[in-house]
């Protein structure tokens, strides 16, 4: 069935309490639900209640105390017959964690057991309203065995605990902020925490936990002071202030997705929780302080105010993302964090944009909610909620922020509220701007420029290109930063904001004696692509002068793309040699900058950027570029990565950056010479002090044939033979390398023992990077894509929303050359004709066939 937005209809009752009472097991789980129920003023009355379930074994229903029998089934629904007025409603099931390889609901991960519920995994433990605008007061009690499961969590306060009989025990908790059922979790397992404390500004005592097996405890620093910064921050950039007396947060082996805010208890993918420096990179490190930030913020934005209907989704998520991304900013520099976040902006959510499941950031109809966890929903939403904050400046965005809080805390709201709010709050008119929640698909603008008198006058046209479903787009707002350099003094005089609102539009500047070279979208104000007319002299110039760190490196990237994706040409490539040149001497540069504007554009962009494209064509080229830089600043690369030893040691910013150019050097001196790459590359392995260096030197040797590749990846297996989450890294490693036989490698790496289906990390670290590996993937004889056609069926009913992710890889078929399309369609076809498939399979197949 498809669901669609306009259908919306408030639930016929309300729910204001719940009691879940649980027996705990890993086998058999019995849960006793207990629901008080009112008529929904706001809804149409109705005779019965109507309760979501999803595999769920029933055993008894009573309504105020009387056990019923005159309820029916509706599918997997529960439909009990309802007099007018109040009641208590109890519904007693049972369900079997360890049979839940969905990993939704309540499932069992390394012995212990946890939930996932959003979106709608609650349905998966009891009978129950799963959807986000029925709110709740919950009370939870457990009641397991205290050998197996000594730790008891829930949302909310601890109220009670004590132990029973026959080596049992029970733990009661209580949250008292009404919440819809995506946000209630529950954890038991034998856990240990790092504990701390926090202090609010309004001098609330919060006592904060992060649990995880003992063995990982010595890693979890990072995750508790990374807890510690984003309360403070939400306090002082947003004004959020903690609303519990408990924080905890509880690390899972086993886990769909990267993190879930549930109230008061968040439960994290064990990979955004555990750091230390023996083992996690420094980009490791980032990625866990900005998704604990993430999950964090959800408070506020998610829980506090939560949303309507599930395609209100971006409300949440894209806000939240765009408050971890000002984070991140804030703590480590906005350059860097912007540039990071563009390209996966454009890596990923790009090729959704133009691909068979392009939806917009407020999709309009779904059959799989879960398929629409997306960068689009996540990414571009941020970028939207970005852009409301460029027009209406810091300040007032602000103030609109703080406007949305107070007027929806404790509603269940939608994407018109938070517009509303930025509206009122900052007193912007968006009535055209929403159309950026309605539109699917990239703008494409493109820049014409035409210099008279002392006036440059840039004409502007914008399109936003046909996507399904969505054959005529309106024009959008995109508010653009520019600003023009004068060529003599290679200086501007100031930085506008322009908002392109038509679909053509001129806008003059004078006073330029000279024509003078234009920098736009600068810090990526508005997520569009910009083609322009530029010539190669004036992109150099600004690659090597622009003072919007964004705007050089977009500068240095499109003098990569316009000869990786052109006509075979030398001056082209001459450009880049003199680009990078000024970059390397340019001594106020920081070397993560500096390695910055020295990478290549990842393959998956070059890709997007390509109407039509030969995957080991471009390959070739991309790595043929490679090698000519690392032969043409050879002696440079080699001291670099000389120089910077020392100072990759460092500790702070200095290390983090050196540590990053040095790797890249070392990338590029095996480029031109494997033979002097390969060396050098082990002895920074072997001498690495710590896991950046460490896999920044694997990442190199894995791309390369010999004894140090041999040596280097048998000693970091054997190394980190017991910890998961470097194994996942060896795996990727060696997924990730542009090799010859790189598929039959992969092969064998799936035969391996240490691999298995049943984790999703692990699955993730080979066949996810599989798929974005143009060697791999691509090869020319379809193995490649039959290989992950099979990981979806296997997939499919295991894990429905794992191998649903895997789909649009196969389904990016129609900007392939014609030989490899048609084999890549043929294994869509292939799972499609397969029988039983998921909801979340089939959804996503039947789209990228069209
Ligand atoms: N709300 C979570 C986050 O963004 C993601 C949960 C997604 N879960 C799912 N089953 N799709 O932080
Ligand atoms: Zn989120």
Redesign the pocket.
Known sequence: AIIRRKDYEPFAWRVPEIRLDFDLGLETTRVEATLKVTPNPDAEAAPEIRLDGDGLVLESVAVDGEQRTDWRREGEALIVPLSPGEHVLNVATRIAPSANTQL?GLYASNGMLCT?C??E?FRRITFFPDRPDVLSVYTVRMEADAGAFPVLLSNGNPVEQGTLEDGRHFAEWHDPWPKPSYLFALVAGDLVARTDRFTTCGGREVELGVWVRSEDLPRTSHAMESLKRSMKWDEETFGREYDLDRFNIVAVGDF??????NKGLNIFNTKYVLADEETATDDDFDAVEG?IG??YF?NWS?NRVTCRDWFQLSL??GF?VLRDQLFSQDLHGAAIKRIGDVRVLRAVQFPEDSGPFAHPIRPDSYKE??NF?TATV?NKGAEVIRMMRELAGEAAFRKASDLYFERHDGEAATCEDFVRSMEDGAGLDLAQFRRWYEQAGTPKVTVEQAYAGDAITLTLRQSVPATPGQPDKQPVPIPLKVALFDRESGAHSGETLIVLDKAEQSFTFDGHTSAPILSINRGFTAPVVIEREISRDDLVFLAGNDDDSFARHEAMQELLLAYLLGDENEDAREAIGTAAEAILADDALDHEMRAELLSLPPFAYLAERSEVYDPGAMVVRREGLKTWLGERFADRFASLHDTLEAPAREAGPVGKQARRMRSLALGYVAAADPAKGAPRALAQYREAQGMTERQGALAVLAGLDGPEREEALADFYTRFADNALVIDKWFTLQATALREDVLGEIEQLAQHPSFTMSNPNRVRALYAVMAGNPLAFHDASGAGYRMIADLILELNLKNP?LAARFVPSLGRYRRVEPGRAALMRAELERIAEAGELSRDVSEQVSASLG
Do not use: L
């Open positions: 939704m996932q959003e979106a995994g769909n997705m990267g993190a879930m805010e998704v993430h999950e959800h998610g949440k998520e939240t909610i879960s966890y996540y929303q």
